[in-house]
């Protein structure tokens, strides 16, 4: 993400600790750790493909995707949505009227499936071109169901002079979000903006329990903010390069965040997660290797050249069941 704080976050990521996100990473089973649990390759030829697929943002019915998809550098972004039709087949993918042009990513419905939350570089009326950061904008449905015009979200939420990205709403309205705002633990802090009498609140820092003197970046919070599942970067407590982790919330404090178990973390990166809206799965993007059968078929008309280059180290879909992270 060319002059994005984010990218230069994603790269050392992808770089650092030594080896690369290529074939050779440490590949995590029950048999190996007790705390382990096994993830499954998730929507092979439309969700995941040869290329750095992340994101997953259903409707509340299950039958309507908005997903990202990057350059192999992860400095351009492209979201695209898909169907469900009545016979179970997803339609081909295409651009949502509100993200056909600029970098877009990071897609997160709210719980009622009216508003679509993301991060882009577009400029405002007015303004020569992209933004060398990312802000937070959103989209509503309209009447017709078609996705009305984006609206950029106002300050306090948004600096023109820095990024913020992965916005993650709750049912009352509090949006939470990953940005280095002054006040944070280190690099990238997690953040929540509370929705009051029709407006965002200024941000508050997620505190200790959550934020580190690394990055966290990614926040997906349950819709009655119970607990919070979140993207961090060479945590002392981490596995690998990104990892996930879990804080719940007990008597409105939150618990110290644990790693969720080896199998969903390795010591590759994973991030770009979120979870179905009925709470059953987890998904998140990986770049850990793989190899042998990709499983179910998502792509109508089948095109065997789409799964070219999956396990090559660019970001594959996975998904969990919540039950195997105690949720």
Same mark, same amino acid.
């Given at each position: ?138 989209? !509503?449905?309209?009447? +017709? @169901?078609? #996705? =009305?015009? *984006? %609206? &950029?979200?106002? /300050?306090?939420? $948004? ?87 879990? !804080?719940?919330?007990? +008597? @409105?404090? #939150? =618990?110290? *965040? %644990? &790693?969720?178990? /080896?199998?969903? $973390? ?62």
């Amino acid at each position: 993400m060319v002059g994005s704080m984010r990218g230069v976050l994603v790269t050392l990521g992808l770089l650092g600790l030594g080896c690369g996100a290529h074939p050779g990473g440490e590949r995590m089973t029950a048999a190996k750790r007790a705390d382990s649990c096994t993830p499954e390759l998730y929507g092979a030829g439309l969700f995941t493909t040869g290329a750095w697929d992340f994101f997953m943002a259903f409707s509340p019915d299950q039958r309507h995707v908005l997903f990202g998809r990057a350059d192999d550098a992860f400095e351009r972004f492209t979201m695209y949505e898909t169907r469900l039709d009545a016979k179970g087949r997803w339609s081909r993918p295409e651009l949502p009227r509100f993200a056909r042009e600029w970098s877009n990513a990071d897609p997160h419905l709210s719980p009622d499936g009216r508003t679509v939350f993301f991060i882009s570089d577009r400029p405002e009326p007015g303004e020569p071109g992209p933004r060398a950061s990312y802000d937070i904008w959103s989209a !509503s449905l309209g009447a +017709d @169901g078609e #996705w =009305e015009d *984006a %609206r &950029r979200l106002p /300050a306090p939420v $948004n600096d023109k002079g820095r990024d913020e990205w992965s916005p993650a709403v709750a049912a009352n309205g509090n949006l939470y979000f990953g940005g280095d705002l002054p006040g944070t633990h280190g690099g990238s802090d997690l953040w929540v903006s509370r929705w009051v009498d029709g407006a965002y609140q200024p941000p508050e820092n997620l505190g200790a329990a959550i934020n580190s003197s690394m990055h966290e970046l990614e926040p997906w919070i349950a819709p009655d903010e119970s607990y919070l599942i979140f993207s961090a970067l060479r945590r002392p407590d981490g596995l690998g390069r990104y990892d996930l982790f879990l !804080s719940r919330k007990v +008597d @409105g404090k #939150w =618990e110290p *965040a %644990r &790693r969720l178990c /080896a199998g969903i $973390n390795t010591r590759d990166s994973e991030y770009n997660h979120s979870v179905s809206p009925d709470g059953k799965w987890l998904y998140f993007s990986s770049t850990r290797p793989f190899s042998g059968d990709v499983g179910e078929r998502f792509d109508t008309p089948r095109d065997d050249a789409s799964l070219q280059g999956i396990g090559n180290g660019t970001g594959d879909m996975y998904r969990i069941p919540m039950s195997a992270i105690g949720l």
